[in-house]
T-cell receptor, first 113, second 111 residues
């Protein structure tokens, strides 16, 4: 167990809806990253939050947005869901930004119908 | 743009055989390289992290090497067991801190 918890574990939504995924980072970690993993592929970087500020973003459209709270927990919000958004969403926390080991949660499996 | 490739995509071996998993990356300006294990539908478990200044790391039956100049890493798993069956992912951390992952090698160890 890494100490990183994600909720919910599974979610089914309809195209066009909005979804919020949640992540609690490991104690003492101030950096949270989100990844999207499509079936049979490696995870793709969405964005990273450090001390409540977004400080890196991958090649994802603006309808993917996030927040980090003062306790360093985080949310990933996706608006106007598309079928291709169906994937496993992974949250990872690290002690600090930069050259640090990442600890991953178990993920949220999102299905868009 | 960093590209990470893992070969082979799948591997099936009898129990007791040693496993050799390969990873290559295109940009050698990395902070570190990490190997992860992923069970079906689950999150990632960190196995080994090799800093860019290191040549290898070992943990139990696992040994990972890194040749940064040639953009290659190899994960060795000695005396494989059925419990080693999983997908193994290689990832590099580069200057803007994100991890770039390969697509993984799916390993099946036959009893």
């Amino acid at each position: 167990e890494t100490g990183v918890t994600q909720s919910p574990t599974h979610l089914i939504k309809t195209r066009g809806q909005q979804v919020t995924l949640r992540c609690s980072s490991q104690s003492g970690h101030n950096t949270v990253s989100w990844y999207q993993q499509a079936l049979g592929q490696g995870p793709q970087f969405i964005f990273q939050y450090y001390r409540e500020e977004e400080n890196g973003r991958g090649n994802f459209p603006p309808r993917f947005s996030g927040l980090q709270f003062p306790n360093y927990s985080s949310e990933l919000n996706v608006n106007a869901l598309e079928l291709d958004d169906s994937a496993l969403y992974l949250c990872a926390s690290s002690l600090n930004q930069g050259n640090e080991k990442l600890f991953f949660g178990s993920g949220t499996q999102l299905s868009v119908l | 743009k960093q590209e990470v490739t893992q070969i082979p995509a799948a591997l099936s071996v009898p129990e007791g055989e040693n496993l050799v998993l390969n990873c290559s990356f295109t940009d050698s300006a990395i902070y570190n390289l990490q190997w992860f294990r992923q069970d079906p539908g689950k999150g990632l478990t960190s196995l080994l992290l090799i800093q860019s200044s290191q040549r290898e790391q070992t943990s139990g039956r696992l040994n990972a090497s890194l040749d940064k100049s040639s953009g290659r890493s190899t994960l060795y798993i000695a005396a494989s067991q059925p419990g080693d069956s999983a997908t193994y992912l290689c990832a590099v951390q580069d200057g803007d801190y994100k991890l770039s992952f390969g697509a993984g090698t799916t390993v099946t160890v036959r009893a």
